[in-house]
């Protein structure tokens, strides 16, 4: 078996390797015929390709995508697996430091003095309610399973992260405004909204997700201590931001358009945010 074709050289013209000069190295590379030290030597199905070749392969072979828009990936979903690695450190950080969770929890009334705490409070969850954590980590995981593969890393990411800021914009609007709110579960059902706009587009059966969206806004409203406000307002945001990442057509301004509509979702919760606060002075 053949690892490279041997470079013809003397000794006052030594092949050197492109990269590093000072390297003289007598493997040639099978696409472009120039040096390539070992360091910059990549195998081949015969013999051996430099690093460039490689790259310009690489970026010339067509990604595959899918219907939504985002690349085809093998592997676990990245983005899923981080988010749920935040959420389990910051919960172990409120366990050992308590006043972290009411340092980044969410109040309506500290809108306008420590906005941070819109998306910091989606990264909490309550320290003495284990269930807690246990159950929006399991659900975020079933979701990114099925939609990080479907939507792409990035367009999941965004989803996720406005239904975020939509939860907190639902307490805003309809919560206690000293009620101190934590928890990834406007996000999560944001997931959900999204989740059912997209099975609706390509015509799937949705009423097992109806069945669970019902059941959990049931659990919303008739245990106080969760905040269905945040649910309400994470769901809709969800669903809406999913709206121009199903119904963008087709064609090289498809990428363009979805994030032209994931930034209009963003104005609109901002919006809802600034109105809220001019019409309610006792929260600004």
């Known amino acids: 078996m053949s690892f490279g074709q041997p470079a013809v050289g003397g000794t006052d013209t030594e092949p050197r390797c492109p990269r590093h000069p000072d390297t003289v190295s007598y493997v040639r590379c099978q696409r472009c015929g ?5 360091q910059c030597q990549r195998p081949a199905a015969v013999g051996v ?3 460039d070749c490689v ?16 690349v085809v990936r093998d592997g676990r979903p990245i983005v899923t697996w981080v988010l749920i690695g935040i959420c389990v450190v910051v919960f172990l950080f409120q366990y050992l430091l308590p006043g972290v969770t009411y340092a980044l929890g969410y ?9 941070w705490r819109i998306i910091t409070s989606g990264f909490l969850h ?16 079933v979701l990114g399973q099925v ?6 890393r990035l367009r999941f990411l965004a989803v996720y992260l406005l239904a975020l800021i939509g939860g907190s914009v639902g307490v805003l609007w309809l919560g206690d405004p000293l009620t101190l709110v934590v928890g990834a579960s406007g996000a999560i059902f944001g997931l959900f909204g999204a989740l059912f ?18 059941i959990n806004a049931a659990l919303g409203f008739f245990v106080p201590a969760i905040a269905w406000q945040a649910h309400l307002g994470g769901l809709l945001t969800g669903a809406l931001a999913a709206v121009p990442l199903v ?17 209009g979702v963003l104005v609109v919760l901002t919006a809802l945010i600034a109105v809220r606060l001019a019409a309610a002075p006792a929260i600004a």
């Open 107 to 115: 109040a309506p009334v500290l809108t306008a003095t420590e906005p």
């Open 55 to 70: 790259a310009a392969q690489a970026a010339a072979t067509p990604s595959f995508r899918t219907s939504l828009g985002g």
């Open 147 to 152: 939609l990080e593969p479907m939507l792409g």
């Open 197 to 214: 706009v997209i099975q609706r587009r390509i015509g799937a059966d949705t009423r097992g997700l109806l069945i669970v969206l019902a």
């Open 49 to 51: 390709q430099c690093v």
């Open 247 to 263: 119904w963008a057509p087709e064609g090289r301004n498809r990428a363009r358009i979805q994030s032209l509509g994931l930034v």
């Open 34 to 38: 120039r040096p390539a030290c070992a």
């Open 126 to 141: 309550s320290p003495g309610f284990l269930l807690h954590i246990l159950f929006n980590m399991y659900a975020l995981w």
